[in-house]
Nanobody, 121 residues
């Protein structure tokens, strides 16, 4: 099967930076779009940033200019560089990947287990 494993979360002070990573492994055929979502306590999960296999990236208005999404296709990994972090960025961050399994053309969305990011002084 397929696994998405996130890393890089933690506790930081306002204004500091973190870099999240998410590596996909398993019986992967092709990876199409990859993305980062977040869910704060008591709130719905929201899209933070997305990056297609080809084309332009997309960001939530609240993180534009502070966060950068990138991917390394050779490593099946997506990153989220988060700068100038604010307390309102505190949430569990989830990565997602739209991918097909080997010997299949059907694409499915897979999710990571989530990593906690806490921004507090």
């Amino acid at each position: 099967q397929v696994q998405l494993v996130e890393s890089g979360g933690g506790l930081v002070q306002p204004g500091e930076s973190l870099r999240l990573s998410c590596a996909a492994s398993g019986s992967i055929g092709s990876i199409y779009g990859m993305a980062w979502y977040r869910q704060a306590p008591g709130k719905q999960r929201e899209l933070v940033a997305q990056i297609p296999s080809h084309g332009t990236t997309n960001y939530a208005d609240s993180v534009k200019g502070r966060f950068t999404i990138s991917r390394d296709n050779a490593k099946n990994t997506v990153y989220l560089q988060m700068n100038s972090l604010k307390p309102e960025d505190t949430a569990v961050y989830y990565c997602s990947a739209d991918l097909s399994l080997r010997s299949s053309i059907q694409a499915y969305r897979f999710w990571g287990q989530g990593t906690q990011v806490t921004v507090s002084s």
